[in-house]
């Protein structure tokens, strides 16, 4: 899903734009950066959001469902929290 977001993110963001900036001398890469990179930001940190709460969402569920055969999350957040294992 999140794959999905950030792909429709950077498609969203027009081609003329970076063709622009190429006709005024900014290589790929320096219009990557410039232009494309700071039109997406908004974009990729509700991306990253959703990714965060996804896999927190999982290991909470790992937490309460596997309290006596841990996975490996469980472990790690048990490690991090200072309980033993």
Same mark, same amino acid.
């Given at each position: 899903?999140?794959?999905? %977001? ?5 498609? !969203?963001? #027009? =081609?003329? $734009?970076?063709?622009?900036?190429? %006709?005024?001398?900014? #290589?790929?890469? !320096?219009? /990557?950066?410039? %232009?494309?990179?700071? $039109?997406? $930001?908004? !974009?990729? *940190? *509700?991306?990253?959001?959703? *990714? /965060? ?7 909470? +569920?790992? %937490? &309460?469902?596997? +309290? ?5 999350? =469980? &472990?790690?957040? +048990?490690?991090? &929290? !200072? $309980?033993?294992?």
């Amino acid at each position: 899903m999140t794959i999905w %977001i950030t792909a429709s993110i950077f498609m !969203g963001i #027009s =081609v003329e $734009l970076e063709e622009a900036a190429m %006709i005024f001398g900014t #290589s790929r890469f !320096g219009a /990557f950066i410039k %232009i494309t990179l700071p $039109l997406a $930001l908004p !974009g990729l *940190a *509700a991306s990253a959001m959703y *990714a /965060f709460i996804g896999s927190w969402a999982e290991t909470a +569920q790992a %937490i &309460v469902l596997t +309290q006596f055969n841990p996975t490996f999350p =469980v &472990v790690v957040y +048990q490690t991090l &929290v !200072g $309980l033993k294992v």
